[in-house]
Every structure is written in structure tokens, then in C-alpha cells.
């Protein structure tokens, strides 16, 4: 069965970096594209970016593109999203999901989910 | 703030019918397809309906959705206490270049 399983929790400084993985089974991880979602306290989703996993190539929102990385291992069929730079309000649930290439928006799977808090 | 607007909440007793909407604009969508995802708390949220009213396999017939021009609506029949949850439009929006969430509602079965 496809399964998506991220690293675990994480606690950072302020201005410091995070880094989440997503470890992708259940199905040939280079012919879906991954996404990156991340959920403030008491807020709704937010989409953050998307990689290709057989190409490397992304996308992110503009908000973003500055201090965010989306990289991959294809022989260990993880992906990671890094964000440098954090502040207070980067603290959230991470996520990441699987999307069909040719589809926007279409999440079928996701992952359990990173919990990230920046604190000082 | 989001650009896709949905009312907050929503509420329905057992086995009744509730109509979530979700308006935003040409740039999403007007012209992009619509999913619409299910999330409970403590979990991720789940694919509800993909492609403006398509389900995915395992998705109750319960759960329909439909679009008209810039705006988007989920359906729910016959209400179970189990549908207690969040629901988030979600469309690609060209001017932002990226996929967009609605705000949110909060369905509450009575």
C-alpha cells in the first residue's frame, strides 16, 4: 500500500534551519510528483511548493522561494524539504503529498505529518 | 486571509443534507479544477473529491461536489456523526502559481 512517513518533531532557534524527509513506499516513487503543506496552529493548509522526484525540478510559492530547498534521493525514494531562515510563524505541521503528474491540486496521499516549533 | 472564501462553519442533524460552498475568482477557480479534502483533527487531511466532482475510490457516494463559474460546492447527504470535520476547497491559482486552500469549515453534526 502507498505510504508516505515523515521524520519526527523537530524544535529550532529562530533564524535557524529544519530539515523534513518523506519517505515514499508502496509504489514507484519517480512517477508522482511530491508536494509540501504546512498547517499553523488552529489555521488551515498552506501549500508550500512541488518536486519532481525523476527531474529534480520544483516550484514553490513566492513567499517561499528565497529560504526554501525541496530535494531528493531516489535510491532511498525519500524527499526533504529544507527551510532555512525560520521565524516565529514557520511554526507548523509539515506535510508532505503525493501528486499525479499532470494534476494541480490533487494530493491522494500524504504523509503523517512533522511537527516543527520555533522557539526561543 | 485566503483568496478562496468558505463560511466557517456548518451544521446538520443525522441524515440531513449540508452544502459547503467555496467562491473565489478567474484566476482559480474560474478556470482550474476543484478538490475538495476532509481533515479531522490530529490527522492529515484526506482527498475528498478531485477534478471538480470526481470521487476517489473508497470516498462514500454521500459526498458530491459541483462548480459554476468562480464558485464551488460540496455536498454531504444523509449526514452521519462521523462527518464531524474540516472541509478545504483547493484549486490551482494561475496568479499565484500555485495551489491555494480555502479557509475552511468547520462541520459540526448536531
Known amino acids: 500500500q502507498v505510504q508516505l512517513v515523515q521524520s519526527g518533531a523537530e524544535v529550532k532557534r529562530p533564524g535557524a534551519s529544519m530539515k523534513v524527509s518523506c519517505t515514499a513506499s508502496?509504489?514507484?516513487?519517480?512517477?508522482?510528483?511530491i508536494n509540501w503543506v504546512r498547517q499553523a496552529p488552529g489555521q488551515g493548509p498552506e501549500w508550500m511548493g512541488w518536486m519532481n522526484p525523476n527531474s529534480g525540478k520544483s516550484g514553490s510559492l513566492q513567499k517561499f522561494q528565497d529560504r526554501l530547498s525541496m530535494t531528493r534521493d531516489t535510491s532511498a525514494n525519500t524527499a526533504y524539504l529544507e527551510l532555512s531562515g525560520l521565524r516565529f510563524d514557520d511554526t507548523a505541521v509539515y506535510y508532505c503529498?503525493?501528486?499525479?503528474?499532470?494534476?494541480?491540486?490533487?494530493?491522494?496521499?500524504w504523509g503523517q505529518g512533522t511537527r516543527v516549533t520555533v522557539s526561543s | 486571509q485566503s483568496t478562496l472564501t468558505q463560511p466557517p462553519s456548518a451544521s446538520g442533524t443525522p441524515g440531513q443534507r449540508v452544502l459547503i460552498s467555496c467562491s473565489g475568482s478567474i484566476s482559480n477557480v474560474g478556470t482550474n479544477t476543484v478538490n475538495w479534502y476532509q481533515q479531522v483533527p490530529g490527522a492529515a487531511p484526506r482527498l475528498l473529491i478531485h477534478?471538480?466532482?470526481q470521487r476517489p475510490s473508497g470516498v462514500p457516494d454521500r459526498f458530491s461536489a459541483s462548480k459554476s463559474g468562480t464558485s464551488a460546492s460540496l455536498a454531504i447527504t444523509g449526514l452521519q456523526s462521523e462527518d464531524e470535520a474540516d472541509y478545504y476547497c483547493a484549486p490551482w491559482d494561475d496568479s499565484l502559481n500555485g495551489v491555494v486552500f480555502g479557509g475552511g469549515t468547520k462541520l459540526t453534526v448536531l
Open positions: 503529498a503525493r501528486n499525479p503528474w499532470g494534476t494541480y491540486g490533487l494530493f491522494d496521499f
Open positions: 477534478s471538480d466532482n
Open positions: 508502496g509504489y514507484i516513487f519517480t512517477n508522482y510528483d
